[in-house]
């Protein structure tokens, strides 16, 4: 039983439960790894109640390898190019279902990490997935979004965090940040302004899944009914 609201973490069952622990964040990535290091910086400060068990790459040249190293969190690199031959995302799945069995993540959260999963991976895995996505959702799924969103003239632009499910970029968007396009942005400095924003959007939405102001699941369990469930997407107005 809860033994008090502030103390909360999810659950494999897609679910917000009472814990004293942190929550066990794994953290999938492709890239930079600068929202990453803004995860491992929240920790670090106590600013965030999590603990991030681990770091899978795909990519054994992501830059965010060397921050969780740096920061001392285990990482698997399971690279889409081993040995000179492409891994199939199956091989890729089983070795990253192997890793998470073992780091028993409470969230993992894909931070601009590049493959699409399958169907049979999302449902399998130990705990719930969210990921970052660089636009309004649903509008601009896939790539090159800040671009596409400059094209087609739009005055307002963001990012997403939503769950993830077999479609890509489609399950349900539970926070987003926004800003006025300027005349003068170009794809590259879209990119950076929603990027600042990304940095702020992740904490955030992971600070409301952690203390319950947010769930993962459709239906509110019992001992969830004191929680306060807003309309999603819950519209963050952050200062980029
Ligand atoms: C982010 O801009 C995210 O929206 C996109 O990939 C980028 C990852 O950045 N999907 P980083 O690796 O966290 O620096």
Known sequence: M???????????????????????????????????????????????????????????????????????????????VASG??????????????QLKVWQPDLIVLAGFMRVLSGPFIDNAPAPMINLHPALLPAYKGLDTHQRAIQAGERHHGCSIHVVTAELDAGAVLTQALLAVNQKDTADSLQARVQKLEHQLLPWTILLLAKGALSLGTAPLAHQQNTFMPTLPLKLYLND
């Open 2 to 80: 809860p033994e008090s609201i502030s103390e909360v973490a999810l659950t494999s069952a897609h679910t917000v439960s009472q814990a004293k622990k942190p929550l066990r964040i794994a953290v999938l990535v492709s890239g930079s790894g600068s929202n990453l290091q803004v995860l491992i910086n929240a920790m670090q400060a106590s600013a965030l109640p999590i603990e991030i068990v681990g770091v899978i790459s795909n990519r054994e040249d992501a830059y965010a390898i060397t921050r969780a190293k740096d920061a001392s969190i285990p990482v698997a690199v399971l690279s889409h």
């Open 85 to 98: 031959k492409r891994m199939g995302i199956k091989t890729f799945e089983s070795h990253a279902s192997e």
